[in-house]
């Protein structure tokens, strides 16, 4: 055997090893940059998930009151989640809505958002039609 095919036989280089290896950490690092991308996006679903069932909640426990009255309330859910809850009159156009003199249109806002935190707060809007207060 000649020294040319005893080196050919020999196995990889440094180099060749070096390259590999550089190859499969950049995969790796690439696998775990998605992994952890992954986590942040399902704690977020989670997050907002949560504000909107409890948003949900408080546009319940207003819908169960007897009168719809108007003005703003402000709170604080059990989740820890601040709200924002707004009842006001609208006054439709002309020739758009025609109700009875017992009856309002009122839109229903709540909004809930995290304390100090940089997510957009989660808003939920309703109408609803309410009997006018005597």
Same mark, same amino acid.
């Given at each position: 055997?000649?020294?040319?095919?005893?080196?050919?036989?020999?196995?990889?280089?440094?180099?060749? =090893? %070096?390259?590999? /290896?550089?190859?499969?950490?950049?995969? =790796? %690092? *690439?696998?775990?940059? =998605?992994?952890?991308?992954?986590?942040? @996006?399902?704690?977020?679903?989670? $997050?907002? *998930?949560?504000?909107?069932?409890?948003?949900?909640?408080? /546009? !319940?426990?207003?819908? $169960?009151?007897?009168?719809?009255?108007?003005? *703003?309330?402000?709170?604080?859910?059990?989740?820890?989640? @601040?709200?924002? @809850?707004?009842?006001?009159?609208?006054?439709?156009? !002309?020739?758009?809505?025609?109700?009875?003199? !017992?009856?309002?249109?009122?839109?229903? $806002? %709540?909004?809930?958002?995290?304390?100090?935190?940089?997510? $957009?707060? %989660?808003?939920?809007?309703? @109408?609803?039609?309410?009997?006018?207060?005597?």
């Amino acid at each position: 055997m000649t020294s040319r095919a005893r080196r050919a036989s020999a196995g990889f280089t440094l180099l060749e =090893i %070096v390259v590999a /290896m550089a190859i499969v950490g950049l995969g =790796i %690092v *690439t696998l775990l940059e =998605i992994f952890s991308l992954g986590l942040r @996006l399902g704690g977020r679903s989670t $997050a907002r *998930t949560e504000s909107m069932l409890d948003a949900g909640r408080v /546009m !319940d426990e207003l819908f $169960a009151r007897p009168a719809l009255k108007e003005g *703003t309330e402000r709170g604080k859910s059990p989740g820890g989640l @601040l709200w924002k @809850l707004e009842v006001r009159a609208v006054k439709p156009s !002309d020739g758009e809505l025609t109700l009875s003199s !017992d009856w309002e249109l009122k839109e229903v $806002a %709540v909004e809930m958002r995290s304390a100090g935190s940089p997510e $957009a707060p %989660v808003e939920l809007r309703t @109408l609803r039609l309410a009997r006018k207060e005597r």
